[in-house]
């Protein structure tokens, strides 16, 4: 049994060709914490959190995911235990309302709402709760006044937010985000944020993300790790991470 962290990798790596992406990277995700991924482009970021949520196979090295190897396991395998993510382009329905978005089910919810169906017929009352969660979240992010608004008129920091409200719906461990902030305004980053933190301390949800604004990011993570050509470079906590001699070195180097 894995205790130390509710995610882990041990000794990933993974190549494209001659490139090699990511070399023996072992990272810990420590339960209900804000972990930030750096590093300067080409790093390893994505192809990291791509073997985390299971879109990449490693080369060599597990995944572990609440003391499980998940290594083997698709993505959807990972959603089911907790595993979610949403992507730097959020995947909206943006012909359906704010609302019609987060109670779009997910196949998981909609292959399990089937049998509740057949056998217990009590979908009646589950809808009910259903609506009712998802007012709770959308009040959690703010959006709840725009509960009916088409999710095309919504601004991209709102869209990234819906997605969020959308992930949340599964009651994930962990949600990985990648960019929550590009090309939102600061002052909708900095709200971002804070829902982040709210979410954590109040849901206990653990956060994964890569963000390459660090003068927002920075202010409200718990722990950084810092990557350089595939590797781990340093990781901390974010005051000692922007100071760490290596940390600066990459970013300097290019
Ligand atoms: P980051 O997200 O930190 O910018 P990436 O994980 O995207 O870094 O990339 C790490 C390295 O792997 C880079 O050298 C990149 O060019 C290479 N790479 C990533 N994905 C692919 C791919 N699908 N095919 C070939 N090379 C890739």
Known sequence: MLSEGLLMTRNVSKSFGGVVALKNVSV??????????????????????????????????????????ITKLSPHERFRLGL????????????????????????????????????????????????????S???????????????????????????L????????????????????????ANEIMGYLTKLRSGLGTTFLIIEHRLDIALKYVDHVIAMHQGQVIAEGLPDEIVKHPAVVEAYLGG
């Open 28 to 69: 810990s995700v420590r339960p209900q914490t804000l972990t930030l991924v750096i590093g300067p482009n080409g790093s390893g970021k994505t192809t990291l959190i791509n073997v985390i949520g299971g879109i990449l196979q490693p080369d060599e090295g597990h995944v572990y995911f609440s003391g499980l190897d």
């Open 84 to 135: 979610a993510r949403t992507f730097q382009t959020p995947q909206l329905f943006t012909s359906l309302s704010v609302l019609e978005n987060v109670l779009v089910p997910d196949r998981s919810y909609y292959e399990e709402r089937v049998i509740e169906i057949l056998l217990n017929n009590v979908w009646r009352i589950k809808e009910k709760e259903y609506v009712e969660k998802a007012f």
């Open 137 to 163: 979240i959308l009040r959690l992010l703010n959006l709840d006044r725009l509960w009916d608004a088409s999710a095309r008129e919504l601004s991209g920091g709102q869209m990234k937010l819906l997605e």
């Open 165 to 188: 409200a959308r992930v949340l719906m599964s009651d994930p461990k962990l949600v990985i985000l990648d960019e929550p902030l590009a090309g939102v305004n600061p002052s909708l």
